[in-house]
């Protein structure tokens, strides 16, 4: 599929679990300055299926490419231009959010403490960066976890629910960097229930 | 932009202490274990000084390698269980890497500790203090090699909910050669003869481990994470 050589491709992947058939034969491209929005039932797979994209899970057969090359050969490459972001939060209760940044996002990127806050004021939770994560609100969490999406500086983000526990104005700034990000050039995949009204160009693809 | 190698492994030996500090009690539950085990011992036994010293190197041994276990079932668990395992393995920077970061600051809060407070341990069971230099060799060798063993049981263990269990029945045959050599070299240097013999055994596993157990251990958590 040379048409997706600019962005992500799934061809073909086959997942088990368990003695389940969860992905049978699937495949997606997505290029540069395009969404896919995943959507559908509960248990269908959705899951799986950006756990294989982001190269967690191996599919059993089938494979998943970036800008063309198989993503098992350069793993490293690929996971330097890619941001993941699971339906948890994914951080250390004990440490403060700015930690949590830095920790994370330090090991892909040269990255500064002034930059990790101004992005973490970009996602409304500066005030709070110096505070252990365990005593935040559930949505303040998925905001941290936002920020560190934003400041890993990845062309390519796998984003599992990231509206869950988001108030209105944090759905609203969800959308506008997904918006920014896909205009500006990325590629981004979204797990989501509800559909997304966003101004560039969304594929939606539906589970069943 | 890429972050190197070194800097990487500081920056996740940064975050494992960081996050070792903000849980004090985890940190000296099992040297306090390691310490009240071992001051058992000689209040339960006659007060017989020949006797203790018999056995002291074993007890102090036991001791150290069951205080061992008691963590390792934290040194991936936690972090699989909260989700931070999966973003460290998307990092860019290789499991094996962040495998022997942790494991290097899972031994620097445990085994190294352990063999600060070996001293005061060695004074409750009579241990002559022209035997500490040794002992503290050997169990820092025989921590170093257990910290490894124990990378590779509970990267094979992260999944499963009675983990700790079978955590200690994977880990503990292979650490009989420890055992042997280390309560081995204690022994002689108590009784004031050369350890050297049990020491190059205790150092050749030591090295055998940093070399052959990342591999193993990132092969485990490979399965497991997946």
Known sequence: MN??????????????????????????????????????????????????ASGLLRPEQGSVSWLGQQIRQSPVQYQAQMAYSSHEPALKGDLTALENLRFAVALKRRV????????????????????????????????????????????????????????????????????????????????????????????????? | MQVGARQAFLLILHRELSLSFRRPEQLLQPLVFFLIVTT?????????????????????????????????????????????????????????????????????????????VSPIVAIALAIPVAAFATMMLSLALGTITLSWLGAIGAGLT?????????????????ATPLLIFGAAATERAVSGTSAVGPLYFLAALCVFTCTLAPLAATAALRITLE
């Open chain 2, 158 to 174: 992260i999944g499963l909910r009675r983990g700790n269990v079978l955590l200690s029945l994977i880990v503990l045959p292979l």
């Open chain 1, 112 to 208: 500064t403490i002034p930059e990790l806050r101004i992005v973490l004021d970009r996602t409304g939770v500066g005030p709070v960066a110096d505070l252990p994560t365990r005593v935040l609100s559930a949505g303040q969490r998925r905001r941290v976890a936002l920020a560190r999406v934003l400041a890993m500086n990845a062309t390519l983000w796998l984003l599992d629910e990231p509206y869950s526990n988001l108030d209105a104005a944090g759905s609203e700034l969800m959308s506008e960097l997904l918006q920014a990000h896909v205009q500006g050039g990325g590629v981004a995949v979204v797990v989501a229930h509800h559909s997304l009204e966003l101004d560039c160009d969304v594929r939606r693809l539906e589970l069943n």
């Open chain 2, 40 to 116: 058992l011992f000689p209040l339960g036994l006659s007060l017989q000084l020949s006797l203790l010293r018999d056995i002291s190197p074993g007890v102090l041994w036991t001791a150290a390698l069951l205080s061992s276990l008691l963590s390792l079932d934290s040194l991936f668990k936690s972090d699989a269980d909260d989700g931070t395992l999966e973003q460290l393995s998307l990092s860019g920077q290789g499991l094996t890497l962040i495998v022997v970061a942790k494991t290097c600051a899972h031994w620097l809060v445990t085994g190294a500790a352990l063999v600060v």
């Open chain 1, 3 to 52: 048409s997706a050589s600019d962005g992500l491709s799934v061809e073909k992947v086959h997942v088990w679990r368990g003695e389940r058939h969860v992905l049978k034969g699937l495949s997606i491209a997505v290029r540069a300055r395009e969404l896919l929005h995943i959507s559908g039932p509960n248990g269908t797979g959705k899951t799986t299926l950006l756990r294989v």
